[in-house]
């Protein structure tokens, strides 16, 4: 095998492309566009910040997005959950006093168009209260509370866009960093978290890095290539 037979990539964004401030590191504008193979986004954040990344970076919109609510390859949009009953349960979450806590302008949900994310500050219970009610989960991804349909997930989203692109998802090679990328641990065929990760991204993937941040994510792209040269 050579490095042409590199597998493809399905990476979460934020603690895994970025340092520990928060920034995209910038040797991700160098190393994701000259990977042979493809790289997917797999986020909780909402559908645009994804896709304009992809830009940035200068590599094809592969994009699973809003924790696999939305989907985006081969530049068609796939949906998952309810998002009307997200909806209902928000206000309700409301109703009771519950405040989201990002502002008037809360360009966090602004674009969101399958789940709403809380900042970490709001009421928990009263979230978690709500989500049982309505019957959807509550999601702590160490950046904000998701409150979403426990049928999206990053891990659906990795299926949608393997078989969009004629892939196993057993192909693909997984990084990240926190609960939410559990499920795409599990679909994926090889999954590395970086140092940086919680309690179940660390249970749920095959090697934990010695590594934080992006580095992790390098570490973990040229323990990879490794296998192939």
């Known amino acids: 095998m050579t490095t042409d037979d590199l597998p493809p990539l399905a990476l979460d964004i934020d603690g895994t492309l970025t340092d520990g401030?928060?920034?995209?590191?910038?040797?991700?504008?160098?190393?994701?566009?000259?990977?042979?193979?493809?790289v997917v986004l797999a986020t909780g954040k909402a559908f645009p910040y994804p896709v304009a990344l992809c830009g940035f970076l200068d590599v094809a919109?592969?994009?699973i997005a809003e924790?696999?609510?939305v989907t985006l390859v081969g530049g068609a949009v796939s949906?998952?959950?309810?998002?009307?009953?997200?909806?209902?349960?928000?206000?309700?979450?409301?109703?009771?006093?519950g405040d989201l806590g990002w502002g008037d302008a809360d360009t966090v949900n602004r674009w969101r168009?399958?789940?709403?994310?809380?900042?970490?500050?709001?009421?928990?219970?009263l979230l978690r209260e709500v989500a049982a009610e309505f019957d959807l989960?509550?999601?702590?991804?160490?950046?904000a509370y998701h409150l979403k349909a426990p049928d999206a997930s990053k891990g659906h989203g990795l299926e949608l866009v393997a078989a969009a692109l004629d892939r196993d998802p057993a192909e693909f090679v997984a990084v990240g960093d926190s609960e939410?990328?559990?499920s795409t641990f599990e679909t994926a065929g090889r999954s590395f978290a970086v140092a940086n990760c919680d309690a179940t991204a660390r249970a749920a993937a095959d090697t934990v890095l010695s590594e934080s941040?992006?580095?992790?994510?390098?570490?973990?792209?040229?323990?990879?290539?490794?296998?192939f040269e």
């Open 21 to 38: 401030s928060g920034r995209i590191d910038p040797r991700a504008f160098a190393e994701l566009p000259a990977w042979p193979a493809p």
């Open 113 to 125: 168009e399958t789940e709403v994310a809380a900042r970490l500050t709001a009421d928990e219970s």
């Open 137 to 143: 989960e509550l999601l702590d991804t160490g950046y």
């Open 79 to 97: 949906y998952a959950g309810d998002p009307d009953r997200v909806q209902r349960a928000t206000a309700a979450f409301r109703d009771r006093g």
């Open 213 to 227: 941040y992006f580095d992790g994510t390098l570490a973990a792209m040229r323990r990879v290539r490794s296998t």
């Open 61 to 63: 919109e592969r994009v």
């Open 67 to 69: 924790n696999g609510g």
């Open 180 to 182: 939410n990328d559990a």
